[in-house]
């Protein structure tokens, strides 16, 4: 029988290596010393949401949901999810053709293999708030691979088929809030309520289902081109992350933080979370008066790129950071925890306010304490073994 403690800890090793190619485009991007070409932009992109809050998030997952500490097929679930990233990584700082929507497949297996695992688990589990939102957020994930998948072959090709090339464009349209909307808080929030010890009621549990309603929400919103729609998303999100933040208010509270860097990186992220839906009120607010339009880029684009990274940066990073760190000394911790949060803080605010000296000061300072954090984190081996419920 495989443990689910080793299995987790191969995927936040290779999480935390291809997380490197991450930082060093951003860092060098953000310093202004290197305009990457498009391709090199959506590795930045998928290298970091896929590479290292995926595998991350399928470890975390083995995890929470190690009711029974031993399965025989997390090994083999675990080494699929890493080839499979690699490849699809590779597909896009290497290729521009059909090979990303060829690997985006192979991706989505895996992908669903992992749904499928998980679902599996949750059946014999305890069924826990955590557990409920991390299956879910495997539900969106997968949906946002079926649309990425079918955003590749039409990139690729200019259509797919047997789809009007509206239909195409609109579904492959959806992918990105599929993947931040609908995935990356409800992943954040349920690791968060894990690591945080939330208390296990009713309104936490309708948190995460909120969540992955205002996430099928915004997907419908573009497929079918309904307005209306993102504004019921965005109600829903906020709603359920207010919610949320007053479920938790125990150990958010100033008097619930300690000196342990790694319960400061769990709550750090889970407060960004309110930093997150604030930025989302305001890009819908923009999207719907017509000022910003994502496909074009035209208008305050920076708002938007604002809100990524309070996902992948502020809340998933934060989250995962909390997870994986519990071996790194204290002082390594601290200069994490305040170098990528300060640096985030000055980045986000040069984005949105558009001033591009803040965004030059703040990525490096992000991106350097964020490889100093790869660094320790890799070099002591980190083992799920320790890891408990804060």
Do not use: C, K
């Not at 949401?49 to 190690?66: E, P």
């Not at 521009?96 to 589990?125: D, F, Q």
């Not at 990525?363 to 490889?371: C, D, E, Q, R, S």
Request: aromatic share 8%.
């Amino acid at each position: 029988m495989d443990s689910l403690a080793s299995s987790a800890r191969m995927l936040f090793r290779a999480a935390l290596l291809i997380f490197v190619v991450t930082i060093v485009i951003g860092i060098l991007n953000g310093l202004d010393l290197w305009d990457p070409p498009h391709n090199m932009l959506m590795t930045h992109v998928h290298s970091g949401t896929l590479g290292w809050i995926t595998l991350a998030v399928i470890g975390s997952a083995m995890l929470i949901f190690a009711d029974e500490p031993n399965d025989s097929g997390a090994r083999s679930l675990a080494v699929a999810s890493i080839v499979a990233t690699v490849l699809y990584v590779g597909a896009f700082a290497l290729t521009t053709g059909v090979l990303r929507p060829i690997t985006g497949t192979l991706m989505l297996i895996a992908i669903v293999w992992v749904l499928v695992w998980e679902w599996g688990r949750y059946n014999r589990s305890a069924r826990t708030t955590p557990q409920i939102g991390l299956l879910l957020s495997l539900a969106s994930l997968t949906i946002g691979a079926v649309l990425g998948v079918i955003l590749g072959l039409f990139i690729a090709r200019g259509e797919v088929p047997g789809l009007s090339p509206d239909t195409a464009s609109a579904i492959a349209g959806a992918h990105p809030p599929a993947m931040l909307i609908g995935y990356l808080v409800l992943a954040g929030a349920a690791i968060a309520h894990w690591l945080l010890g939330g208390p296990e009621t009713r309104p936490g549990r309708v948190v995460m289902w909120a969540l992955f309603a205002g996430g099928v929400a915004a997907n419908l919103a573009f497929i079918l081109d309904i307005e209306a729609l993102v504004q019921v998303a965005t109600v829903l999100e906020v709603a359920a992350i207010i919610t949320f933040l007053v479920h938790m208010r125990r150990s958010l509270v100033p008097a619930a933080w300690t000196r342990d860097t790694s319960e400061s990186h769990a709550r750090v992220g889970a407060l960004f979370l309110l930093v997150g839906v604030v930025l989302l009120v305001y890009v819908v607010q923009l999207f719907v008066s017509g000022e910003l339009n994502p496909e074009t880029g035209e208008g305050p684009i920076g708002v938007l790129l604002a809100f990524d990274h309070s996902m992948f940066i502020g809340v998933m990073t934060n989250t995962l950071f909390a997870l994986v760190s519990r071996t790194v000394e204290e002082r390594g911790s601290a200069l994490v925890l305040w170098g990528v949060n300060v640096g985030l803080v000055v980045f986000l605010a040069g984005l949105v306010a558009d001033v591009p000296i803040l965004e030059r000061v703040g990525a490096p300072v992000m991106g350097v304490a964020l490889l100093y954090g790869v660094f320790a984190l890799f070099r002591q081996a980190p083992s799920p073994r320790s890891v408990s419920v804060l």
